[in-house]
């Protein structure tokens, strides 16, 4: 008697449709590459202590991750597209998905109150 095989198949994990629309274009940011994600990981104190070039650094990620969808990106092109409010907002959107991941992976290791 064979056993059948166990499949897992990344194919069909698909993420929540997210767009944004800056300047008439229309962005996907569903899509988080793990190369951004792991250089977040590995950049995350620069990050949260916002040295010089921590902004740079997360444009640069914004930008990656709006890339597929959006082959014409730079970083001059978000800047010239946005106050400074869409922007945040537009940093807070795209990044939503990593920093909600993280909260749940910081929680899972916590002991619940009613334990």
């Known amino acids: 008697m064979s056993k059948q095989p166990t499949i897992l198949d990344l ?13 008439g274009k229309s962005i996907d940011v569903s899509r988080i590459p793990s190369r951004v994600t792991l250089d977040i990981a590995k950049d995350q104190d620069k ?21 597929p969808s959006f082959p014409e990106i730079t970083e001059e092109w978000i800047v010239d597209n946005t106050d400074f409010e ?16 993280a909260g749940d992976e910081s929680g899972k290791n916590e002991v619940s109150p009613s334990q």
């Open 11 to 23: 194919d069909k994990v698909v993420p929540a449709e997210r767009i944004v629309i800056l300047s």
């Open 47 to 67: 990050l949260k202590n916002g040295g010089d070039d921590s902004f740079s650094a997360v444009l640069k990620q914004i930008i990656c991750i709006c890339k």
């Open 86 to 101: 869409q922007l945040i907002k537009l940093i807070d959107f795209v990044l939503a998905p990593l920093k909600e991941r």
